[in-house]
């Protein structure tokens, strides 16, 4: 993954997958994936990229470092 920045939806959800998430799945007002007892909610930045403030609370919430994230 590119250093820790802006991403396109897509390659977060790709990343979430490597990293053992399955999904996303419809429900509610955003999208979610799961690992085991962990949901994270996937927002559609409506064709812009995910920010560096979402991206964080997003991979805090999955439980995935910042070191992490880069070496995917």
């Known amino acids: 993954m590119p ?3 802006p ?3 897509k ?5 979430l997958r490597q990293s053992g998430f ?3 799945y419809s ?6 994936m799961v690992k ?4 994270i909610r996937i927002s559609n930045p409506h064709q ?7 991206l964080h609370r997003i991979l805090h919430q999955a439980g ?9």
Do not use: M, N
Request: aromatic share 8%; with cysteine; hydrophobic share 30%.
């Open 48 to 54: 812009a990229d995910i920010g560096r403030e979402l």
């Open 3 to 5: 250093p820790f920045g």
């Open 64 to 72: 995935i470092s910042r070191d992490d994230w880069e070496k995917l």
């Open 27 to 32: 429900g509610g007002r955003h999208q979610f």
């Open 7 to 9: 991403v396109k939806r």
């Open 11 to 15: 390659d977060l959800i790709k990343c």
């Open 36 to 39: 085991g007892d962990i949901t």
């Open 22 to 24: 399955e999904g996303p």
